[in-house]
């Protein structure tokens, strides 16, 4: 597999590793958005939340609210971005699902994107509620 999540897991590419277990590796992103900026992987390989199983999902998401305590703790930023990517159209570029753990301070000049707040169709809205409660059961 030429993924370069699954190579630094193998060891095949160095990393600078924060936190492993026998489910999760955590590591510094090499082209951090801000100080302390970090990613959180599961080691088997998969593209996507659609792709992961349940159990490997969770095991990423509780290494994820132990390192942002970490985080907090450690460099006490004014607060915390956790991004998670599913997809090109989403801007995911390494295709191995990630966590995204960035530290963030007031006037950093970072911004999670350029959403414009607008009302919407509240009758859609609820429309959509329902086909995805539909699709749970």
Not at 69 to 92: F, S
Request: net charge negative; with cysteine; charged share 20%.
């Amino acid at each position: 597999m030429d993924c370069i999540f699954c190579k630094i897991v193998a060891g095949e590419i160095p990393s600078v590793k924060v936190y492993e277990d026998d489910s999760v590796l955590a590591f510094m992103d090499i082209n951090p958005l801000n100080n302390g900026h970090l990613l959180i992987i599961p080691k088997a390989h998969a593209a996507t939340i659609h792709e992961i199983s349940e159990a490997d999902f969770l095991a990423v998401m509780s290494a994820t609210h132990r390192l942002a305590a970490a985080v907090r703790e450690a460099l006490n930023p004014d607060g915390i971005n956790l991004l998670q990517l599913n997809g090109k159209a989403a801007n995911q570029v390494v295709p191995h699902l990630h966590v995204h753990i960035v530290p963030r301070w007031s006037g950093d000049g970072l911004t999670v994107s350029q959403w414009n707040l607008v009302s919407g169709d509240m009758e859609r809205i609820k429309g959509v509620a329902e086909q995805i409660q539909k699709a749970l059961k």
